[in-house]
């Protein structure tokens, strides 16, 4: 059975730090791209980090590049999300997901809330 546990969420005020995990089994994570994925209320989902399975390489969209990293351990089975200079337009559901040949698996979220 596929799982995705995503946790690290909460509340941080704006310019604070998060670190997000995502724990994984039931499928061969190291053969897997992983991602992260964000949706506020009211917006769409939309992609934030994405990180492929053999040589790591990363990418991120313009509204986070250089705030946040993405990281995998593949021995764990994990995969991480720092997240810094978190600004309130930052808050949203976060969800991780992993992909493969067309394969999609998602996780069911966490909240991070970016507030005074």
């Known amino acids: 059975q596929v799982q995705l546990v995503e946790s690290g969420g909460g509340l941080v005020q704006p310019g604070g730090s998060l670190r997000l995990s995502c724990a994984a089994s039931?499928?061969?994570?190291?053969?897997?791209?992983m991602s992260w994925y964000r949706q506020a209320p009211g917006k769409e989902r939309e992609f934030v980090a994405r990180?492929?399975?053999?040589?790591?390489?990363?990418n991120y969209p313009d509204s986070v590049k250089g705030r946040f990293t993405i990281s995998r351990d593949n021995a764990k089975k994990t995969v991480y999300l720092q997240m810094n200079s978190l600004q309130p337009e930052d808050t949203a559901v976060y969800y991780c997901?992993?992909?493969?040949?067309?394969?999609?698996?998602w996780g069911q979220g966490t909240q991070v809330t970016v507030s005074t």
């Open positions: 997901k992993a992909t493969r040949l067309g394969n999609n698996y």
């Open positions: 990180i492929g399975p053999v040589t790591g390489s990363t």
């Open positions: 039931g499928f061969t994570f190291s053969q897997y791209a």
